[in-house]
Structures are given as structure tokens and as C-alpha cells.
């Protein structure tokens, strides 16, 4: 056997070890599938919508994870969350989609931090990830 191939087979076998033992320790939780949810959220007249909800606001559970179809429909705008890293731009009649696991809980505002336009700083929404129990 080479030393590439002992260094495979003991890399393997470690790896091994470490799910079985991290299964044993209840650790590796196969029933703890998180959902997955879907938003569709719309920029427009300074304002945003989402889908299915009177108010610009997302809500998840923590660890879910998180697909937004985004898009403007008048001049271009961004979805952008700081605190997850997100910024995503959408141009009229170009919407984008991204996902996102939503992993801490907390209130996240999400805005358009572009400059086309002064009244762009009043698009404000919260994305609301609630901690799982």
C-alpha cells in the first residue's frame, strides 16, 4: 500500500469514527430536517411587499432556510441585510432569487442601500427569525 493510499484510508476511517461518534452522543440529529421557506418579496414606490403578508416582513424560525425570489418593478433597488451578509439587486422586469440559512434569532431590518434615487431609504422591511425551541 502506498502512503497516499494509508493516508486515505486512515483519513477515512477517522472521519468515520468521529460520525459514529458524534451519532452515539445524539449530536447528528437526522430528524432535525429544518423547512424551507419560500418568500417573494417586490420593490416598488419606495416600499416593499411580501407576498402573502400585509406588512414588510419576513418572519422564519431559526436555522430554516430562507429562499427569496426578489425583484423592483420600477427603478432598480437591492434587498440588503447587513447582519447576514445579503445584498442582492434587482433591476424592472429582473428578479433574483438567493437562499439563505437564517441562523441566530433575532430582528433584522433589510433596506435598499442604493443611491438612484434619495427616497430609496425608505424601503424598510424586518426579517424576524424566531428561536427554535
Known sequence: ???QSSHQASRRSFLY???AVAGAAGTVRLDAVQSRREFAVTARRYAYSVAGSDTPEIRVMQNDLVQITFSSEDIPHSFTVEEYRI???SEPGKP???SFRADRPGRFPFFC???????????KGTLIVEASR
Open 1 to 3: 500500500m502506498s502512503i
Open 17 to 19: 469514527a468521529i460520525v
Open 87 to 89: 445584498m442582492r439587486r
Open 96 to 98: 433574483v432569487t438567493f
Open 113 to 123: 442601500n442604493l443611491a438612484a434615487d434619495e427616497r430609496c431609504r425608505e424601503l
